[in-house]
């Protein structure tokens, strides 16, 4: 019979693990994308403006290009004649009129844009204009949409929108520097089995791999390769030591039970810096690094546990790496306890909750009971701080919603 | 000189456009997915867990599996004797115990487990128990986290979230039916150039083109290789008849003006149902489908109009093909306008918006002047309906925000 063995991490608050994290987890160096694939990239530098945009003063609508002060005076009741000239080239004949589309370049001289509407009778080679305008009048000036040498997309650190795409190509960038995507290696305990083949017995499907994946992909982090590794601490010890990625999350064998070797694996391979954080479920949680500097998460294997202390420690680390907020990525709405949320003083919890009518929260069955069904039955979560023995009903309550739109708006 | 044409479709506002995207555009069949990559996507049937979750009692905890009714009277002072017992197979003896990790299966005849904390002293074959335990205590259940034939997942139209995508896993399950992904083809208006060349004299680079492959993937589309199609009403026509997606964005040629063949072509190439949308930018935006029945947004050739065009009509369709919420994906938050917001009567207009100190939003330079610049500069918009001129200073608003975070808690 093997007894809890002591850790030779230190335990640690939610807090002191994000300190951690904070210190060790820099934002990978930029890399270049192709500017249309780089949409919710975090932009690694300011971009200027090589010229102006637009290059050219231009038409807004289409329209005749005129010189302003040949119009004055023009009405219904006074059409002004000009003579039609070629688009093309060279400047604007005094007296005669351009007709451009949208978009097109005025002609050297021209001022102003007269509205198709604001033209009356033609006859191909003259037309009336029934409408005086001023300088500028319906045109798009040269550097109107951003000077040259001006930032047109800033500043570092933001998260790239499609209306930013648009800017970069507008200004004929190919690529952008965007911040590298952490690399993260996930090393999963055996013993859960993948889908696809018979359950054998008392072995369950392994739920964690597949999960993982999506919250690796949310968090702008790319899943390489994962690895099945012996629950076996040379076997951990090895994989660890031949690690190439950015951050390493090691799942199941965090416990101090005869077959978890996560802890004393990653202390010897490197340094474990935090073993056992006050949160809940996810309290077997780890953090260290790699002899060769790698940060390592080590999650609990049981599902709910697992997800938890990936959202509050290794989605942070990974988030932080990639540049992107280190906030946890839900939507917060202040709501009120529907019934009365209770914690454990001392730990951090996570309590489940449905949103229910009236702005009120309810309180689901704890993870370690209904496991990641409290997810799924849920609209988001409260946590509970270390400090607090939790809320009554009626108290007012911070809710992340798993999906920010659909039910906040409920 | 062509002077305005009459277009075939008639005008419409803002929701008059809606009514005809939500009549049309039904979401489409679903497909099989593997379940790691699910993430995202739109549940099209509910799903009922074929076994089990967990499959079998198991330890919540590393452990002694017992029979807590031999537990009775153990203590500090009382310590009770249990002879250890192999864990595989077979039924627990009599005044016996088995060592569990956390996770293993109960022997049958067992039906509590004793955490390793609450054991003392043990030579091997006998340990002791100093804490009375109940019946269940630290077991989960067969079927705790999802009974067999109850719904592990649902309902159709939910967001697959990491959790849901655990649950999918531990259900055993390789696929899962979920929203088919819109293809959604381009056609974009010869003229603008794409970039990596030398910009030609009057020409200027292709914004729409990445910006509405950024948009199309945001809203859950498949972008299908863009297509330049010439400023020339027969190439157009053909371009629409030869289509093979499930929705067509037209892109450029909008207008009323000499060069302009969007509308006419989809007029004669299938249905123009709407052409002149009340909506500011994006005034020359159209609505229809090709001979085939496959639903065509006209979208502006200007990149902010093109951009609100794309936001206020073919993203709706885009999201409602794919099965999501066809609400416009931005957080919202009321706000009070820092200065007057002017828009014209009869028009919805798109305003920018800039987020400044105490939950004011400050009125950028309208898109017409300012272009894609009002975006980036901005943190959001503001919607001022047909029926307003707009906002006085210090009147409530509701902002639209482009990034939910980041802005959203500053």
Not at 270 to 285: K, N, Q, S, W
């Amino acid at each position: 019979l093997d007894r809890t063995r002591p850790s030779q991490g230190r335990a640690g608050s939610v807090e002191e693990a994000w300190a951690w994290i904070d210190a060790l987890a820099a934002p990978l160096g930029p890399e270049q994308v192709p500017v249309a694939e780089a949409a919710g990239r975090i932009l690694a530098e300011e971009v200027r403006a090589a010229f102006d945009l637009p290059p050219f003063d231009r038409a807004a609508v289409d329209g005749l290009a005129v010189r302003a002060d040949e119009t004055v005076g023009a009405g219904a009741y006074n059409p002004l004649p000009f003579r039609l000239a070629p688009a093309a080239g060279g400047e604007l004949p005094a007296g005669a009129a351009v007709r451009l589309d949208a978009g097109e370049p005025l002609p050297r001289g021209a001022d102003a844009v007269v509205p198709l509407d604001r033209v009356g009778a033609h006859d191909g080679a003259v037309c009336e204009v029934i409408e005086a305008v001023v300088a500028g009048n319906e045109v798009e000036r040269a550097g109107a949409h951003g000077a040259r040498g001006d930032v047109a997309v800033g500043g570092t650190g933001r998260r790239l929108g499609p209306g930013d795409i648009g800017v970069l190509a507008s200004a004929g960038l190919v690529g952008v520097a965007v911040a590298g995507r952490p690399r993260v290696r996930c090393l999963v305990m055996e013993g859960a089995v993948d889908a696809g083949v018979p359950l054998p017995a008392g072995a369950v499907y392994d739920a964690d791999g597949p999960m993982l994946g999506a919250l690796i992909a949310r968090d702008g982090g790319v899943a390489v390769a994962r690895a099945r590794v012996a629950r076996d601490r040379a076997a951990l010890c090895d994989a660890l030591g031949g690690v190439v990625a950015d951050m390493v999350l090691v799942v199941g064998g965090t416990g101090r039970g005869s077959n978890d070797h996560a802890a004393a694996a990653l202390a010897e391979a490197g340094e474990l810096a935090i073993h056992g954080v006050a949160l809940r479920p996810g309290e077997t949680a780890g953090l260290g690094r790699t002899a060769a500097g790698v940060p390592v998460v080590l999650l609990p294997g049981a599902p709910a546990a697992c997800l938890w202390a990936y959202e509050m420690l290794a989605g942070r680390a990974i988030r932080r790496l990639g540049g992107h907020d280190p906030a946890l990525p839900f939507a917060r709405v202040e709501m009120t306890a529907a019934r009365k949320i209770v914690s454990e003083l001392g730990m951090t919890e996570v309590c489940a909750v449905r949103c229910v009518g009236g702005g009120g929260a309810e309180p689901l069955a704890p993870f370690a009971e209904a496991g990641l069904k409290a997810v799924t039955e849920g609209d988001g979560f409260v946590l509970v701080p270390e400090g607090s023995e939790g809320y009554q009903k009626g108290a007012a309550v911070t809710v992340y919603l798993y999906d920010e739109r659909g039910r906040a708006q409920s």
